[in-house]
Each structure stands twice: as C-alpha cells, then as structure tokens.
C-alpha cells in the first residue's frame, strides 16, 4: 500500500515516518521539494514527490496542512479520487481560520475533492504522540468521522498498524465535534503544561469498540 502524505509540518513529517516505520511505502509532498526531500533523507521506504504525483499515485492521501492550503491544492491539482480515502487532519479554529455555521473544515475538503471519500481522522492527536500513541500505558483512542464505511476501513486498518485504537463515531457531519474536540485537548494542553503529550483512550463494555470502521480490512 502506498500512503500519499500532503504537508512537510510537524504533522506530516511525523506522519510520514510512523508510516514508513508499520511497513508501508510513503509519498510526500510539500509547498518546496526540497522540504519533502530533507524530511524523507534516511527514512527507508519514504520518498519526497510533488502533489499531482502523490494524489494520483496514492492509495490514501492523508492532508496535513491547514484548511486554506488544503482546500487549494485539491481545486488546483484536481485528480480524480476514484473513491480513495482523503485522510482531513485539519483544525481550522486552531489555525483561526473560519467555516460556515453549520459546517465543518471536512465539508469544505469534501466540496474541493469530487470522488474522494474524506474521513476525519488524526485531527485530535499531536504530531508528538504519532509515533508513539500510547498514554498512560494505553493506546490512544483515534475518533474517525466519514461517510463512506470502506474508506473509514481502510483508514482504522492504517491507523492501527500505527498502534491507534480507531473509533468509528459516524458521519462526517460528527467532523465539528472532532475539531472542537480539538481545541478543548489544545486547551488542556497549554493550561496544565503537557507539551503536546495528551490523548484519550475511549473505553466502553464492547470489547471490540475499538475496531477499523469495516471489520475485515487488512493492509499489506
């Protein structure tokens, strides 16, 4: 499987090597393809690309930029997204940026990317904890919201490779109370001082509440 990560932040770096860690093959893309080449150096199985490269070649992209950029690289690269997964880690009021009432920065992703199927997911997780998602000795809890069950699969199966404990919370019209979810985690963060070492872990009665969204999905 071939991830395809967008953004050569904090985000997307971490991204980009704890997916290259679990195994899989890695494209990344920034605003410069000397970033993306600096960030993949000595990463094996990572390879710097530009975007039209990665949005075509990608079996999953996962957006790690800013809602504004996000949005602009989908409407001016347009590539059909032929029904992959469009992983949308965006938080626009971290990043003061507005949505509509009503909606949610996954819904103007979603508008900008026809044939992808987005699915809100890491948005709630620091760039510090991607490669090491465990807290308090348990494994952080990783809400997804998306409308389509196989591209939440295919993300949950992903996501577990890393050692996140996915959690299918619904539609992508959950997407707003994952990002205020956010700004509450981003809150407790600066107030007690735990330097972007924060997360949750979700339990509940069922043993298999945390599962990929489409039980079955493996990746290679």
């Known amino acids: 499987m071939t991830v395809g990560v967008i953004g050569c932040g904090r985000m997307g770096v971490a991204v980009t090597r704890a997916v290259a860690a679990a195994g899989c093959s890695v494209l990344l893309a920034g605003r410069t393809p000397g970033a993306a080449a600096a960030a993949t150096a000595g990463v094996p199985g990572a390879f710097a690309a530009d975007i039209r490269v990665v949005l075509e070649r990608a079996s999953l992209v996962v957006l790690a930029v800013p809602l504004g950029p996000a949005c602009r690289v989908l409407t001016e690269t347009p590539v059909p997204g032929r029904g992959r997964p469009l992983l949308d880690v965006t938080n626009p009021a971290l990043g003061g940026e507005e949505v509509p009432p009503g909606s949610s920065g996954a819904h103007l992703i979603a508008a900008a990317a026809p044939g992808w199927h987005v699915v809100k997911a890491l948005n709630t ?95 290679p």
């Open 125 to 219: 997780v620091p760039a510090a904890m991607v490669g090491e998602p465990r807290c308090g000795g348990l494994p952080v809890s990783l809400p997804l919201a998306g409308d389509d069950a196989g591209a939440k699969g295919v993300a949950g199966a992903l996501l577990s490779r890393l050692g996140f404990a996915p959690l299918d919370v619904g539609g992508l019209e959950h997407a707003r109370e994952l990002e205020s979810l956010a700004m509450l985690l981003q809150a407790v963060n600066q107030r007690h001082g735990v330097h972007g070492r924060i997360g949750l872990h979700i339990c509940g009665p069922v043993r298999s509440l945390h599962t990929p969204a489409a039980p079955g999905v493996r990746l």
